[in-house]
């Protein structure tokens, strides 16, 4: 998924700002039980950005175990790749790793300042037509643990 966001006072907007995104995702699989999924995220955002649009690192979806917003900036670059494994019809495990880092420009990407996590869940199959799974993950970064339950996959 790429998309370009332009937000302008021509447009209605208090702030005048632009925002490239890139999402990239690809699906191994490894036997009929195991998927190996990676995912690439990156964000460019020029101009005049209001904190709330800072690109930041974290959450329920992207680099789990940091609090979401910990660490902002206006651009961003992540990776994450998660080991699917199916026990039977209706459960499952994980295993996950991520490292990511935000930064005012890309020219000031710096190996230096990358944060990482890692962690594991269980998943428990909702619905068999629609594939949508209960996820239990807990994520560690910085040697702390944060607790995520939702609905859906992180990518």
Not at 43 to 48: N, V
Not at 64 to 77: I, S, V
Not at 96 to 102: C, H, I, L, Q, R
């Given at each position: 998924?790429?998309?370009l966001?332009?937000?302008?006072r021509?447009f209605?907007?208090?702030f005048?700002?632009?925002?490239?995104?890139?999402?990239?995702?690809?699906y191994?699989?490894?036997?009929?039980?195991?998927?190996?999924?990676?995912?690439g995220?990156?964000?460019?955002?020029?101009?005049?950005?209001?904190?709330?649009?800072?690109?930041?690192?974290?959450?329920?979806?992207?680099?789990?175990?940091?609090?979401?917003?910990?660490?902002?900036?206006?651009?961003?670059?992540?990776v994450?790749?998660?080991?699917?494994?199916?026990?039977?019809?209706?459960w499952g495990?994980?295993?996950f790793?991520?490292a990511?880092?935000?930064?005012?420009?890309?020219?000031?990407?710096?190996l230096?300042?990358?944060?990482s996590?890692?962690?594991?869940?269980?998943?428990?199959?909702?619905?068999?037509?629609?594939?949508?799974?209960?996820?239990i993950?807990?994520?560690v970064a910085?040697g702390?643990?944060?607790?995520?339950?939702?609905?859906?996959?992180?990518?």
């Amino acid at each position: 998924d790429i998309s370009l966001v332009k937000n302008d006072r021509a447009f209605g907007s208090q702030f005048t700002y632009t925002m490239a995104e890139a999402d990239l995702r690809k699906y191994f699989p490894i036997s009929s039980a195991t998927i190996l999924a990676f995912q690439g995220f990156a964000q460019l955002k020029t101009g005049d950005l209001p904190f709330l649009q800072l690109s930041y690192l974290g959450g329920s979806s992207m680099m789990r175990g940091l609090y979401a917003g910990r660490f902002r900036d206006n651009n961003l670059l992540a990776v994450q790749v998660e080991l699917r494994q199916r026990l039977s019809r209706q459960w499952g495990v994980v295993f996950f790793a991520g490292a990511g880092e935000v930064m005012p420009s890309f020219s000031q990407y710096s190996l230096d300042d990358l944060h990482s996590s890692i962690g594991g869940g269980f998943r428990r199959r909702l619905s068999k037509t629609e594939r949508v799974n209960l996820r239990i993950d807990v994520g560690v970064a910085n040697g702390k643990p944060n607790f995520y339950v939702n609905i859906s996959e992180a990518f």
